[in-house]
């Protein structure tokens, strides 16, 4: 019996009781504390080993996903307080009509996509445009169950569409294929069937639910545009759409994130008529809402590369090999697939990284093209 291999292979008790800690609602940063705590228990690190890790996990991949997701949410707060992110709503919504409940969904779908893409953050995407729909939808008595699932529905698919999004950031950053194939052969089939089944639930929801609808006061003076949050609108998407066209022609990588996000952040907070102080007071209020992300995300690179360091995922290979013989790819494609159903909430963007720690090996050895590995 070949004890070395199960001890190897027990390592990855670290990640299946970080995985239980998450589910049974334990914070999140506690769980990936005590994760990393274990990882260091199972290489028996010394106090020295244990500072140069922590060191190194400063300018580690998670690292840096954690500061964009930090950067998106002091981006989100500038296009708050400029009313930019008001305005785009505002322009979707009223050019695709408020006067029928088809017409109403249809926004609130197509509004949520471009918010949470733009913003790269759920919570905050969804968080600005709530009160901005909830009259709309009292307005046709669309119901709230109906509204909260489309939104959130939506939103989910834009995390995986937006370009500057923590969890597209993520994927393209491990697997290395293009935005564009990563939109053509998986985000866009993927959002394409979970929005036609969330419009189908939404459907059967405000059947059920009809007399479960928002207040409406016809009275209330709804959000109007001036010129200004206009202009600044209209700029920001000029120049949301040229970072994008730049990045693609020049295969820019993670790391240009960073600038995209500074720069939007200052041009929109100037032109929407903010003091650069006032720009950088709230881009820092907007990252301090997320900075518990950011600790999450520092401290898993040293927990995945820990395990890995002690032999678990060399370990899951070999215990994984057999499959060749079991349906191969197609199990193994299934099994990733599952796996990632069972990630962490709030954080996908480490989940992606976690699966590629832990199936890259066995996708490699049994020739898993990158595009499969990518839509699993």
């Known amino acids: 019996m070949d004890w070395h291999f199960f001890v190897q292979l027990s390592s990855l008790l670290v990640i299946v009781l970080y995985t239980v800690m998450v589910f049974r609602n334990v914070d999140p940063l506690v769980a990936t504390a005590i994760g990393v705590v274990l990882g260091f228990l199972f290489n028996l690190s010394s106090p020295i080993e244990i500072g140069k890790t922590m060191e190194a996990a400063l300018g580690s991949f998670m690292a840096l996903v954690g500061l964009i997701i930090m950067l998106g949410r002091g981006l989100g707060e500038i296009l708050t307080e400029t009313k930019v992110s008001h305005t785009m709503v505002h322009k979707i919504v009223y050019s695709i009509g408020v006067n029928t409940q088809r017409r109403v969904k249809i926004g609130i779908v197509t509004s949520s996509v471009v918010i949470v893409a733009v913003l ?27 509204m909260a699932v489309l939104m959130q529905a939506a939103g989910e698919e834009a995390l995986i569409l937006g370009p500057f999004a923590p969890p597209v950031v993520a994927l393209l950053g491990v697997t290395g294929i293009s935005y564009g194939s990563m939109l053509i052969y998986a985000s866009i089939p993927i959002a394409l069937v979970t929005i036609v089944v969330t419009w189908v639930m939404a459907s059967r929801l405000q059947v059920q ?4 609808t928002f207040p409406h006061d016809a009275t209330e003076e709804r959000f109007v545009p001036t010129k200004q949050q206009n202009t600044a609108t ?47 007071h709230l881009l820092v209020e907007g990252m301090k809402k997320n900075f518990h992300l950011f600790f999450i995300f520092f401290l898993l690179g040293p927990m995945l590369d820990l395990v890995q360091k002690a032999g678990g995922f060399a370990a899951l290979m070999k215990l994984f090999v057999p499959l060749e013989h079991f349906g191969g790819k197609i199990v193994l494609s299934i099994l990733i697939g599952i796996t990632g159903a069972f990630g962490m909430p709030a954080a996908s963007a480490a989940v992606i990284k976690m699966l590629h720690e832990m199936f890259s090996p066995v996708a490699l050895e049994m020739n898993l093209s990158v595009m499969t590995f990518a839509f699993s």
């Open 120 to 146: 790269g953050t759920l919570a905050g995407g969804l968080a600005i445009l709530a009160p901005i729909l909830r009259p709309i939808a009292g307005s046709v008595k669309l119901s709230r169950p109906s």
């Open 209 to 212: 639910y009809a007399h479960e």
């Open 234 to 280: 209209i700029i920001f998407i000029l120049a949301f759409i040229a970072c994008v066209a730049y990045g693609l022609i020049f295969q820019a990588k993670t790391s240009y994130v960073i600038f995209v996000m500074l720069f939007l952040s200052i041009l929109t907070g100037i032109v929407g008529g903010l003091r650069i102080g006032k720009v950088f």
